[in-house]
């Protein structure tokens, strides 16, 4: 039985993932914290008997969790993996907009054989459309982003879509392919941004509108022709498998692993 610690369960995430866990025959949920809890808003479908803690600290110590779930914004979830990994607690965070080399340095904090993961996106669907766009990115002339959110993301782009720019980038690079579409400098004056956000060469669009929750296109384009990848993730219950996947596999695992492909049979 793995034990799990679920930080910011008070969040959008929280509401969803924490009854799955909890559902699960294999898991364990020992312990939900949130800064923002007391004890008339903390109840949960299937876990009103759960232990909440304002202080992760007293959590990670009081529960004997093996794994921490942190969705939690970026300067949260930094702190929060200052506390938990050097107790040798294996982490499981799904927070976006976080940079590699941050989880790179806080990894170090560690003891052996703890696993610190991280995912841009837990939606099986996104990680194949990723994985399909890499793919294709060598064979086509130019390429662009499309990511939608609904208007509550705080954050522009979306770690998807960052993730995306980066691996296509990386593609493009090692076969030579060479993006013929204006960058920034065509942008006339006072309309700065109207070619995105460049990521690593490739330009990244973040639309935030209500209506959407999750969704992106990868635009491939040459002379004739152009390709759409497009993935639209409707419901939270979508990072449900992929969540689940992720804590029953770092108990197993050690070291510093990004990405849900490097859990699946690709």
Same mark, same amino acid.
């Given at each position: 039985?793995?034990?799990?610690?679920?930080?910011?369960?008070?969040?959008?995430?929280?509401?969803?993932?924490?009854? @799955? =866990?909890?559902?699960?025959?294999?898991?364990?949920? %020992?312990?939900?914290?949130? &800064?923002? !809890?007391?004890? #008339? /808003?903390? +109840?949960?479908?299937?876990?009103?008997?759960?232990?909440?803690?304002?202080?992760?600290?007293? @959590? =990670?110590?009081?529960?004997?969790?093996?794994?921490? %779930?942190?969705?939690?914004? &970026?300067? !949260?979830?930094? #702190? /929060?993996? +200052?506390?938990?990994?050097?107790?040798?607690?294996?982490?499981?965070?799904?927070?976006?907009?976080?940079?590699?080399?941050?989880?790179?340095?806080?990894?170090?904090?560690?003891?052996?054989?703890?696993?610190?993961?991280?995912?841009?996106?837990?939606?099986?669907?996104?990680?194949?459309?990723?994985?399909?766009?890499?793919?294709?990115?060598?064979?086509?002339?130019?390429?662009?982003?499309?990511?939608?959110?609904?208007?509550?993301?705080?954050?522009?782009?979306?770690?998807?879509?960052?993730?995306?720019?980066?691996?296509?980038?990386?593609?493009?690079?090692?076969?030579?392919?060479?993006?013929?579409?204006?960058?920034?400098?065509?942008?006339?004056?006072?309309?700065?941004?109207?070619?995105?956000?460049?990521?690593?060469?490739?330009?990244?669009?973040?639309?935030?509108?209500?209506?959407?929750?999750?969704?992106?296109?990868?635009?491939?384009?040459?002379?004739?022709?152009?390709?759409?990848?497009?993935?639209?993730?409707?419901?939270?219950?979508?990072?449900?498998?992929?969540?689940?996947?992720?804590?029953?596999?770092?108990?197993?695992?050690?070291?510093?692993?990004?990405?849900?492909?490097?859990?699946?049979?690709?």
């Amino acid at each position: 039985m793995i034990k799990v610690l679920f930080n910011g369960y008070r969040g959008r995430m929280g509401q969803v993932v924490v009854p @799955a =866990l909890a559902a699960a025959d294999d898991l364990a949920v %020992v312990a939900l914290c949130d &800064p923002r !809890a007391t004890e #008339a /808003s903390h +109840r949960l479908p299937s876990c009103e008997d759960l232990p909440v803690y304002t202080d992760l600290g007293e @959590a =990670l110590d009081q529960s004997g969790a093996d794994v921490m %779930v942190d969705f939690t914004q &970026p300067d !949260a979830v930094v #702190a /929060s993996l +200052r506390l938990a990994l050097p107790r040798g607690v294996h982490c499981v965070v799904g927070t976006s907009g976080l940079n590699p080399a941050v989880l790179t340095e806080l990894y170090q904090l560690a003891p052996s054989g703890t696993t610190l993961f991280w995912a841009a996106n837990f939606a099986l669907g996104a990680v194949l459309m990723m994985r399909l766009a890499e793919q294709a990115a060598v064979w086509f002339q130019d390429v662009e982003i499309l990511e939608f959110h609904h208007n509550g993301k705080k954050d522009a782009p979306s770690g998807t879509a960052a993730a995306t720019a980066r691996q296509l980038a990386a593609a493009r690079l090692a076969a030579g392919v060479i993006s013929q579409s204006p960058g920034a400098a065509s942008e006339l004056p006072g309309y700065a941004g109207a070619r995105g956000a460049c990521v690593d060469g490739i330009p990244v669009h973040a639309i935030r509108a209500a209506g959407f929750t999750a969704s992106q296109e990868v635009i491939l384009s040459s002379p004739g022709e152009t390709l759409t990848i497009r993935h639209d993730n409707t419901d939270r219950a979508a990072y449900l498998p992929g969540i689940l996947l992720a804590v029953r596999t770092v108990p197993r695992r050690s070291g510093l692993i990004i990405g849900l492909e490097a859990l699946l049979d690709f």
